[in-house]
Each structure stands twice: as C-alpha cells, then as structure tokens.
C-alpha cells in the first residue's frame, strides 16, 4: 500500500494528482486485481500451462531443469507450451487456452481463492494436471480441495543424511497409461520426500514407490528424525511417489521426483512425466480405466 506523504505546499496540479492516487488506493479488489498474462494469439494448440510461482521453499534449479524439459516435451509431442509465475493466469477465460496445468514445484499460498476456484472449475470440467516435486509438499495447507484432493497424503520432511540419495524405485502399477514403456524397477537419485500415510490411504491410484531399504530415510539436521514409512519392511507399496486420480470429469497426477535439474534429463522421469500428460489430456486411455482404482 502507498504511504501518506504530507507535503508542506500543493500545487493544484499536485493536488489533482494526489486526489488521483486517493482514488486508485480505494478502488474495490475487483477494480485492483493484477491483470492476467498476456498469451499469444499464435500459441500452439494443444497447449500447456507450466506454472511455477513459489511463496515458500523455491527450487532454483529444478524448476529450470523442468521449464526447460516442458519446451523440449511440447516440440516432441505437439503441445504449445506458457511458462509463467504469475498466478492471475488463473481465470476462466485464459486457462480455457490450455489442455493441461502443470504445477512446476509450485510451493505455499501462491493462488487468490477466486484463483482456486477457477483452477478448480477448470479442472473438474475436464482439465488435466500434472504437479511435480515441491507442488506436493506441506506449503498448501491454505487450500483444503488441492491437499486433500490432489495430493491426499501430506509431506512430513526429507532426509539430510545425506539430502540427496540413489534409491531402487519400483514401478507399482505397469498397466496405467502412465507407467506404460517403463522398467519395472531402476535406481533414481533424489530428495526423497516422506508422507503422513501412502497415497491409496487417501484414494490415490499408486504409481511408483521407492524402496526404503536401499536408502537412509533419516533427517538428523532438524524436524523428524525417523522418516521411515515402512518401518515393517512391506516395500516400495508402503511409501509411494507417484499417483494418479480422477476428479470429476478431470484427470490428476504427482510426481514427488524432480528437485534437481539434472533429473529431467533422466529418461524415466521424462518419460513419467510426457505419459502424464498425454493421459491427463485424454490422448491416451479415452475409456478412462486409469481412473479406477484398484
């Protein structure tokens, strides 16, 4: 907000001016809300909308390496592709420009409720959403439909012992369209995010899991220190990274990989994340049996 300045002699044209500020400084949110992006008329089409705006933790250079790899990712499959940080792109009238909403590590309170409920509108319509790393930790407690529905499970913290750690991940579920053409098990180098519960405690369709056992799941710099989710030694199930899910007419995943750069060139990961897409669009599964859940 602009701070009163009090000025010892006016002139009237300053005092025009000021009355003009006065005015601007008590117009109602509608009138002040900021004015969406602009997106070209010439954008390709499909199109996706990669979002990375941050108002917590923000990941520098993952969320480079994953802009980066959407450009690569939109020549190679066809899709016109809108980087922006900038939340007021949430509107009815621009997120109807896209086909799928990418939530790039997106962290804490970073939409407008009028925002949400547009991005919710959209997708339950039919939109498709892909969240990466960062948009599934604990930072969107504020919005109750996006963590218990999109997300479900809830991020506790990751292990600093050492922060990042190859780990064997299992491909939990190789009939979904989204783990089609992937190995049943690799080994990923990753900040290794733990949850509250797994994903299908909360309704998910469970993806890829990541074995505990090949791994130190411990934090001894600060917050929990266990982050064991499978204490019982049940595997990769126990603790997933990856789900899937359906809202309403909408199609939904999360990936928790992806805090590195370098992991977006990692053939896996891309491939996890172009199938994503084409199955929260619709291009592949149109009978939509990737939406039940086992």
């Not at 990042?164 to 190995?183: C, G, S, Y």
């Not at 411990?218 to 019982?232: A, F, S």
């Amino acid at each position: 907000m602009m701070k009163n300045i009090l000025l010892p002699v006016l002139t009237l044209s300053a005092a025009i001016a000021l009355t003009a500020c006065t005015k601007a400084e008590t117009q109602t949110p509608s009138m002040t809300e900021a004015q969406p992006p602009a997106i070209s008329e010439y954008m390709a089409t499909p199109s996706i909308l990669v979002f990375s705006e941050t108002q917590e933790w923000r990941h520098e250079e993952g969320i480079a390496g994953a802009d980066l790899f959407m450009i690569e990712t939109g020549r190679e499959l066809g899709y016109g592709i809108f980087t922006t940080a900038d939340s007021a792109v949430f509107n009815a009238e621009s997120l109807s420009r896209f086909d799928v909403v990418v939530f790039n590590n997106m962290t804490g309170d970073a939409l407008t409720p009028s925002e949400e409920v547009a991005f919710q509108t959209w997708l339950e319509a039919g939109g498709g959403w892909v969240g990466i790393h960062g948009a599934g930790d604990s930072s969107h407690k504020d919005w109750p439909w996006y963590s218990e529905t999109l997300l479900g499970s809830t991020f506790i913290s990751h292990p600093m012992a050492p922060q990042f750690q190859d780990a064997r991940v299992e491909n939990l579920n190789p009939a979904h369209p989204v783990m089609k053409d992937l190995p049943a098990e690799w080994v990923h180098n990753e900040e290794w995010y733990t949850f509250d519960a797994p994903a299908q405690d909360f309704g998910q369709i469970v993806l890829l899991g990541v074995d505990e056992s090949t791994y130190s799941p411990v934090n001894t710099v600060y917050g929990v220190e266990d982050l064991r989710m499978d204490p019982e030694g049940k595997g990769p199930m126990a603790h997933p990274v990856a789900w899937a899910r359906c809202v309403e007419k909408g199609r939904a995943v999360y990936s928790a990989l992806g805090h590195q750069d370098t992991s977006y060139n990692k053939a896996n990961v891309r491939k996890i994340i172009q199938n994503a897409i084409l199955w929260v669009d619709g291009k592949t599964d149109s009978e939509g049996e990737g939406c039940v859940v086992p």
